[in-house]
């Protein structure tokens, strides 16, 4: 399974202590991140993570562009709502790309903490919490 990360700055913390949470299938899953994000998760949560540009310099597009060709089964985006983003249509070209191509998406701890659930269960050897 391919999974891409994105977290805004006020929610990276929220992002590694998710990606430590459910590190047994994520472990397991190929996982692609903008920039510090997946930086961080590589330094703080000990996943093999492929860096790509961060959001506001064309990382969220790159990630919208692999799903649009089937590169990414899942997308969890921890959003800030409460913080204006500069690349802001970028973000909502990626959100739309999900909707278009029927890419799962979750953009807040409590839907990401679903999908992973779920998408945990079909996969041998689980070790994420129930």
């Keep these: 399974m391919k999974i891409a990360l994105i977290a805004h700055d006020h929610k990276k913390d929220d992002m590694v202590a998710l990606a430590r949470e459910f590190a047994g299938f994520l472990g397991r899953c190929e996982l692609v991140a903008t920039g ?21 310099l064309g990382g969220d597009l790159q990630i919208g562009a692999r799903l649009s ?19 802001e249509p970028d973000i ?28 945990s269960r079909g996969t041998p050897d689980s070790s994420a919490p129930a």
């Design 69 to 87: 060709v089937g590169g990414v089964d899942a997308v969890i985006f921890l959003r800030d709502p409460m913080t204006p983003q500069p690349h």
């Design 36 to 56: 510090t994000t997946g930086g961080r998760l590589q330094a703080e949560a000990g996943l093999a993570v492929e860096c790509l540009l961060s959001g506001p």
């Design 92 to 119: 909502n070209a990626l959100v739309r790309a999900c909707d278009v191509h029927n890419v799962p998406c979750a953009t807040n701890l409590a839907s990401a903490r679903c999908l992973l659930r779920e998408f």
